[in-house]
């Protein structure tokens, strides 16, 4: 062997550890997206907007009904999943309760049933009262409520971050009203 010719094994070597560090770079490009991302994305403007889900007219005193509203954060490809279903509950013409339409437990769909005045959830039989607390069944806690308020003889909602556990029906009785804000 001669002084500058590299032998088999280093040859070796030195290809798995440059195999390595692209592997490594690979990783590590979502890794430290994700570490930085609260301080490179900013929030979309949709967040922290109201928005109405139709006329007083429309959620008759004393009913529960369903009503739909485009999400604010939508993304071109979104297409009809954008669409998201809720529960207005009309206590006595100015006050209400605003649900949203999946199970605490895992999320499926609970349906109004006004004969028993109960939320049910078809998936694994999760039962709500009409105030959203929680019945039977396995969820922990009452249906989760979005905050809501009444402008122009409109109901508006406050929809950008889904609701958390934070604020489930079964913490807090009666809806969450906003006072005070304006509609953006």
Known sequence: MMGNEIS????????????????????AVPIVRYLLSP????RKPGYESWLCLGGLDQF????TRLATYRNPVVNPWDGETADIACWVRNLDGQNFQVFAVN????????????QSSLFMCPCHGGA????????????????????????HGKLLIQAGEMPTPGR?????????????????
């Open 8 to 27: 088999r094994r280093a040859m070796l070597v030195k290809l798995g550890l440059l195999l390595n560090a692209v592997v490594a770079a690979i990783l």
């Open 39 to 42: 301080a490179i994305l900013e």
């Open 60 to 63: 008759p005193a004393g009913q």
């Open 103 to 114: 199970c605490a437990h895992l999320g499926c769909p609970v349906r109004w049933f006004p």
């Open 128 to 151: 709500y009262y009409q105030d959203g607390s929680r019945a039977s069944g396995p969820p922990e806690r009452g249906l989760f409520q979005y905050r809501y308020k009444v402008e």
């Open 168 to 184: 489930a029906a079964n913490t807090t009785r009666g809806g969450t009203r906003c006072e005070g804000t304006t509609c953006a």
